[in-house]
């Protein structure tokens, strides 16, 4: 798989030059401080690993469980933190971004925890292609929730030891967002897990999916706070924000660098 991953590569990176200037663009304004030439290895490095990406994510559909647990892992403290809020029976709201391989590390979840694992998403405009990523993703026992429906539902399952994820990095429309500054830009950021982490006062927990090497991800976690309902407003989305953005700082080429994140300006008010 990884031999043919490298064959796309070569297509889309030299041959279509598939959002290239979207993602030297991005990178640029990011990293302000780095040079030319280590803004252009960085691209390089993330279009070698957007591709495993994307087979990777199809792999899922034919994966074994005993494959799927051997090549997406938990560290010992996100396997500690997940097992004691557990045994308190607490549920918990994940907040994580498209940082590594989010796909397995949800499927990875749902077959190591004791929490039922419900995942907020957007149904995609094509129908079929919808109802594939569907299948695929509740594969090993995840379940989906559109996003539209996030409070209803997550209330209907309060009985339910469950987690429920937020991939909390995409864009929303500039008037309804949170703003701040991330990467150095003025960035939108979805309102949508504070104010229901408030709303349900279920603790927060923000999870990376880090990529150990070629086909292996370790998935790590850390509570970022246990008790929402006492926190200012804007203090849960900095936090996952930010932690977020020290992840990227570390390791740049596993964020999704190929989304267009800063297609919205700040009106000034």
Request: glycine content about 4%; overall charge positive.
């Amino acid at each position: 798989m990884y031999f043919f991953s490298s064959l796309v590569y070569v297509i889309l990176y030299y041959l279509l030059g598939y959002r290239k200037k979207v993602v030297l663009e991005n990178l640029r304004n990011a990293f302000p401080e780095k040079s030319d030439m280590e803004i252009r290895a960085i691209r390089k490095r993330f279009f070698h690993y957007l591709c495993d990406l994307f087979l990777e994510t199809f792999k899922t559909y034919t994966v074994s469980k005993r494959a799927m647990k051997r090549h997406c892992f938990f560290n010992p403290a996100a396997k500690t933190l997940f097992a004691k809020l557990a045994e308190e029976g607490k549920n918990v709201i994940i907040v994580m971004g498209h940082y590594g391989n989010w796909e397995w590390g949800g499927n990875t979840f749902s077959l190591l925890c004791k929490h039922q694992l419900y995942v907020i998403y957007h149904p995609l405009a094509n129908k079929e292609f919808d109802q594939f990523m569907y299948r695929m993703r509740r594969r090993f026992g995840t379940k989906l929730i559109p996003m539209k429906e996030t409070f209803r539902d997550m209330l209907a399952h309060k009985g339910e030891l469950n987690a429920t994820a937020f991939i909390a990095d995409q864009t929303p429309q500039p008037q309804n967002a949170y703003w701040t500054r991330f990467l150095n830009q003025d960035t939108p950021v979805f309102r949508g897990p504070e104010l229901i982490a408030k709303k349900v006062n279920y603790p927060v927990v923000y999870v990376k999916v880090s990529r150990i090497k070629r086909g292996y991800y370790e998935l790590c976690a850390e509570m970022l706070c246990e008790d929402p309902s006492k926190t200012k407003e804007g203090e849960i989305t900095e936090m996952h924000t930010k932690r977020l953005e020290k992840d990227i700082i570390s390791q740049p080429e596993f964020w999704l660098w190929s989304h267009r994140r800063w297609k919205h300006k700040r009106v000034a008010i």
